[in-house]
T-cell receptor, first 114, second 112 residues
Framework: DAGVIQSPRHEVTEMGQEVTLRCKPI?????LFWYRQTMMRGLELLIY????????DSGMPEDRFSAKMPNASFSTLKIQPSEPRDSAVYFC????????????FGQGTRLTVV | DQQVKQNSPSLSVQEGRISILNCDYT??????FLWYKKYPAEGPTFLIS?????DKNEDGRFTVFLNKSAKHLSLHIVPSQPGDSAVYFC???????????FGKGTKLSVKP
């Protein structure tokens, strides 16, 4: 398996534009997590899914952020409209079970909003 | 307010010596602790964990120590190797299935 695949690897966009980040989890993993890494706050959990259903979205910062998982092999994190303070590295991770030691992270998407 | 704190943003160590990375937490409900390693342009990878019922866990060159009374844990790497140069994140959770709360990371540089 190629691991967790995220796209794009880098995204530069203008303030106010819509941004969509994509994630393909490892096949057979029932859990999918979205994290955000910033200098100020470190790594934070935004939302996680179990069997394509959102379970905990308490980390989603604002209504401008939304995440979907239409099927077991694909998830998106959308920011609309984007703001400069959204600039960060966004990681997707997947896990076969709800056990933290078994989560595998993707390489991340570095988002820059100018 | 940061519940998991890594107060040293960076650490430089000579190859072959011991690296000690520190982490403090404030939430007494945390009972499961993990260390992740992250290379540039890659995602974090799980390194080692410890449950609060233990005070030490060892895996090869890596040992994690937990001091519950002080709400402190540390990661020891002995001997340090240049390939250990990375950012190390401390994380805590309530149980092995709880949401992970990460520290901001410590960048370790191991000099040949």
């Amino acid at each position: 398996d190629a691991g967790v695949i995220q796209s794009p690897r880098h995204e530069v966009t203008e303030m106010g534009q819509e941004v969509t980040l994509r994630c393909k989890p490892i096949s057979g993993h029932d859990y999918l997590f979205w994290y955000r890494q910033t200098m100020m706050r470190g790594l934070e959990l935004l939302i996680y899914f179990n069997n394509n259903v959102p379970i905990d979205d308490s980390g989603m910062p604002e209504d401008r952020f939304s995440a979907k998982m239409p099927n077991a092999s694909f998830s998106t994190l959308k920011i609309q409209p984007s703001e400069p303070r959204d600039s960060a590295v966004y990681f997707c991770a997947s896990s076969p079970r709800r056990v933290n030691t078994e989560a595998f992270f993707g390489q991340g998407t570095r988002l820059t909003v100018v | 307010d940061q519940q998991v704190k890594q107060n040293s943003p960076s650490l430089s160590v000579q190859e072959g010596r011991i690296s000690i990375l520190n982490c403090d937490y404030t939430n007494s409900m945390f009972d499961y602790f993990l260390w992740y390693k992250k290379y540039p342009a890659e995602g974090p990878t799980f390194l080692i964990s410890i449950s609060s019922i233990k005070d030490k866990n060892e895996d090869g060159r890596f040992t994690v120590f937990l001091n519950k009374s002080a709400k402190h844990l540390s990661l020891h790497i002995v001997p340090s190797q240049p390939g250990d140069s990375a950012v190390y994140f401390c994380a805590a959770s309530r149980g092995s299935q709880g949401n992970l709360i990460f520290g901001k990371g410590t960048k370790l540089s191991v000099k040949p």
